[in-house]
């Protein structure tokens, strides 16, 4: 009975339209988490804060989605699809409008976090829609779409910013992305349908507190390690009771009977496989989105453009193949994609490891384009082959738990890349004559790299040999 009630609901949807809402409004939302990472430098002599303080603007984007979007699972099951649309654009818009005329540092990062709850709403919202909307045997060419803007967006990101830079002030970054929020939220008030079913379970602030501490203690604490080091009291602090937290929040999740996010998707075994490979390739993602940066400016010398136009090729090409790769795991499942997937990110990062002062901006594109196919080649077959296992009732937990550990796999990633790089470079000084030598800080900079890929190695190591196990799941 229940079955022809579902049928029923969803005779009169129209998917494409609401996938296309889904997919702008996403495009704006992750260009928008490292759209302002080239205006750091900017931002530091405009807004006169040092470093360290100026990292917030995008720590403060990820650690606020890290507590959101565990919390989603229950606001999916509370509150309408339109509701829900609308309020994730109406945060993105605030939020753009308080940052573009920030005074201060304090009111751009305010800002900044009021456009992260619109991304921390709507990425998860997506995901379960897209899964509830089209059947099995569509769903991998759908999650190809989302991927094409999950990755294309943060890919031009850099390079567009960049260019608005040159010609532009900061603000600008924020002031264009306006019309592109206005012209979505339009959009989606037009063609957006409620899809999903409301039980509205009872609410419980214990593990929304514990969650929140959690999740956000861990992006927090990862994130303070990558500038204060591993040893920081405050560093240490964090991830402890940021661990406990979670222990704590996972047993009561397993005993109450309404939990907040239902941990019981790990039951699953192509999830949990899944989500494994997700995360380990998320956090090569996301090492290499810092590392190589770094190694081109400082390393090969540079402009920030140059450097964000270098690795636009890569993120493009990767965003094309989402789309191939999506119909190809409709028709061939996920085994012949997940693995040749890692093997080609090892061979990529074995070579990036051993990059030098003397390599061809040509060189760092082909490789960072050969990451970026293993990338496609894993991503998405991953976590669609994953959700397909679950049960309808755990769609929206399976994507809230898929999200999260991305955040957080990537806050880890980026503090491991930079906490190996600075060690590597460190001891790279005290084996030369002069270490104050400033001639030497290119070359110390990129053994500190060299160093650092063999991070991204180890992970794509271990998705190799967790992929062996992965199985079609129908």
Same mark, same amino acid.
């Given at each position: 009975?229940?079955?022809?009630t579902?049928?029923?609901?969803?005779?009169g949807?129209?998917?494409? %339209? +609401?996938?296309i809402?889904?997919?702008i409004? #996403?495009? !704006? &939302? *992750?260009?928008s988490?490292? @759209?302002?990472n080239?205006a750091?430098?900017?931002?530091?002599?405009?807004?006169d804060v040092?470093?360290?303080?100026?990292?917030w603007?995008?720590?403060?984007?990820?650690?606020?989605?890290?507590?959101?979007i565990?919390?989603?699972?229950l606001?999916?099951?509370w509150?309408s699809?339109?509701q829900?649309f609308v309020?994730?654009?109406?945060?993105s818009?605030?939020?753009?409008?308080?940052s573009?005329?920030?005074?201060?540092?304090?009111v751009?990062?305010l800002?900044?976090i009021i456009?992260?709850?619109?991304?921390?709403l709507?990425?998860?919202?997506?995901?379960n829609?897209?899964?509830?909307i089209? %059947? +099995?045997?569509?769903?991998?060419?759908?999650? #190809?779409? !989302? &991927? *094409?803007?999950?990755?294309? @967006?943060?890919a031009v990101?850099?390079?567009?910013?960049?260019?608005?830079?040159?010609?532009?002030?900061?603000?600008?970054i924020?002031?264009?992305l306006l019309p592109?929020?206005?012209f979505?939220?339009?959009?989606?008030?037009?063609?957006?349908?409620?899809v999903?079913?409301?039980?509205k379970?009872?609410?419980d602030?214990?593990?929304?507190?514990?969650?929140?501490?959690?999740?956000?203690?861990?992006?927090y604490?990862f994130?303070?390690?990558?500038?204060?080091?591993?040893?920081?009291?405050?560093?240490i602090?964090?991830i402890?009771?940021?661990?406990t937290?979670?222990?704590?929040?996972?047993?009561?999740?397993?005993?109450?009977?309404?939990?907040?996010?239902?941990?019981?998707?790990?039951?699953?075994?192509?999830?949990s496989?899944?989500i494994f490979c997700?995360?380990?390739?998320?956090?090569?993602i996301?090492?290499?989105?810092?590392?190589?940066?770094?190694y081109?400016?400082?390393?090969?010398?540079?402009?920030?453009?140059?450097a964000?136009?270098?690795?636009?090729?890569?993120?493009?090409?990767?965003?094309?193949?989402s789309?191939?790769?999506?119909?190809?795991?409709?028709?061939?499942?996920?085994?012949?994609l997940i693995?040749?997937?890692f093997?080609i990110m090892?061979?990529?990062?074995?070579?990036?490891s051993?990059?030098?002062?003397?390599?061809?901006t040509?060189m760092?594109?082909?490789?960072h384009s050969?990451?970026?196919?293993?990338?496609?080649?894993?991503?998405?077959?991953a976590?669609?082959?994953?959700l397909?296992?679950l049960?309808?009732s755990?769609?929206?937990?399976g994507t809230a738990?898929?999200?999260?550990?991305?955040q957080?796999?990537?806050?880890?990633?980026?503090?491991?890349?930079?906490?190996?790089?600075?060690?590597?470079?460190?001891?790279f000084?005290?084996?030369?004559a002069d270490?104050?030598?400033?001639?030497?800080?290119?070359?110390?900079?990129?053994?500190g790299?060299q160093?650092?890929?063999?991070?991204?190695?180890?992970l794509?190591?271990?998705?190799l040999?967790?992929?062996?196990?992965?199985?079609?799941?129908?």
């Amino acid at each position: 009975m229940s079955t022809v009630t579902h049928e029923q609901d969803l005779s009169g949807i129209k998917p494409v %339209p +609401i996938l296309i809402a889904f997919l702008i409004a #996403g495009f !704006i &939302g *992750l260009f928008s988490e490292t @759209a302002l990472n080239m205006a750091l430098g900017r931002l530091m002599i405009e807004l006169d804060v040092v470093s360290s303080t100026v990292q917030w603007i995008t720590t403060g984007y990820l650690l606020t989605m890290g507590i959101l979007i565990p919390v989603s699972a229950l606001l999916i099951q509370w509150f309408s699809t339109r509701q829900l649309f609308v309020a994730s654009l109406l945060f993105s818009i605030v939020g753009a409008i308080v940052s573009g005329m920030a005074p201060t540092f304090e009111v751009l990062l305010l800002g900044r976090i009021i456009q992260a709850i619109g991304t921390g709403l709507l990425i998860p919202l997506m995901f379960n829609t897209a899964l509830i909307i089209f %059947p +099995i045997h569509r769903r991998g060419t759908v999650m #190809g779409l !989302i &991927g *094409l803007v999950m990755m294309s @967006a943060p890919a031009v990101g850099p390079a567009t910013s960049g260019l608005i830079i040159e010609m532009l002030s900061w603000n600008w970054i924020l002031w264009l992305l306006l019309p592109f929020l206005l012209f979505s939220l339009v959009y989606g008030l037009i063609f957006m349908q409620n899809v999903s079913t409301l039980t509205k379970p009872k609410i419980d602030v214990l593990s929304i507190v514990l969650s929140t501490i959690g999740f956000g203690g861990l992006v927090y604490g990862f994130s303070l390690a990558g500038d204060k080091g591993w040893a920081d009291v405050l560093v240490i602090s964090a991830i402890l009771v940021a661990l406990t937290s979670l222990v704590i929040f996972s047993f009561r999740q397993l005993k109450i009977d309404n939990p907040m996010l239902d941990l019981r998707a790990f039951k699953y075994p192509m999830f949990s496989l899944g989500i494994f490979c997700v995360a380990a390739t998320f956090m090569i993602i996301l090492s290499t989105m810092i590392l190589l940066p770094l190694y081109l400016q400082i390393g090969l010398g540079v402009t920030a453009l140059a450097a964000g136009l270098v690795l636009m090729p890569g993120g493009a090409l990767n965003g094309i193949l989402s789309l191939v790769v999506g119909r190809a795991f409709d028709t061939h499942g996920p085994k012949w994609l997940i693995t040749p997937g890692f093997i080609i990110m090892l061979v990529m990062l074995w070579n990036l490891s051993n990059v030098t002062t003397a390599t061809s901006t040509l060189m760092i594109i082909l490789l960072h384009s050969g990451l970026m196919v293993g990338v496609s080649l894993v991503m998405m077959p991953a976590q669609t082959n994953g959700l397909n296992q679950l049960p309808r009732s755990l769609y929206p937990d399976g994507t809230a738990l898929i999200n999260t550990l991305m955040q957080v796999s990537g806050s880890i990633g980026t503090a491991l890349a930079i906490t190996i790089m600075s060690a590597s470079q460190s001891n790279f000084l005290k084996s030369v004559a002069d270490p104050a030598d400033p001639t030497l800080v290119s070359t110390s900079l990129t053994a500190g790299v060299q160093t650092a890929f063999i991070l991204g190695i180890g992970l794509a190591a271990s998705g190799l040999v967790v992929s062996f196990f992965i199985k079609p799941s129908r």
